[in-house]
């Protein structure tokens, strides 16, 4: 069973800086990739930046030359390097896992998500 496990997440004073890392468990086959999304109250849950497999990367405008995403892949993990945060970035952060497949035949993709860990930017 797939699982994902968000760490790294606290209160931080506007300028500061958080890493959020993501350990996956259980055996995935393949997956396109993976990511951070963010939801803050009252507001719809966002994309913050993607890995993929290749380790190209897409970032969000808003995080984009702030936050930074990397991978280590023998361990099944991704960071989120966040720089310079804004009261703007307070959010619950979510981990997930794009378009896993579990072995060689199955066919039906599917997405996994963390439980989320909460960042408060306090000015």
């Known amino acids: 069973q797939v699982q994902l496990v968000e760490s790294g997440g606290g209160s931080v004073q506007a300028g500061g800086s958080l890493k959020l890392a993501c350990a996956a468990s259980?055996?995935?086959?393949?997956?396109?990739?993976m990511g951070w999304y963010r939801q803050a109250p009252g507001k719809e849950r966002e994309l913050v930046s993607l890995?993929?497999?290749?380790?190209?990367?897409t970032y969000a405008d808003s995080v984009k030359g702030r936050f930074t995403i990397s991978q280590d892949n023998a361990k099944n993990i991704i960071y989120l390097q966040m720089n310079n945060l804004t009261i703007e970035d307070t959010a619950v952060y979510y981990c997930?896992?794009?378009?896993?497949?579990?072995?060689?035949?199955?066919?039906?993709?599917?997405?996994?998500w963390g439980q989320g860990t909460q960042v408060t930017v306090f000015s």
């Open positions: 997930a896992a794009l378009g896993c497949r579990l072995w060689i035949r199955d066919f039906s993709p599917r997405d996994y």
């Open positions: 890995i993929n497999s290749d380790d190209t990367t």
């Open positions: 259980g055996y995935i086959y393949s997956r396109r990739g």
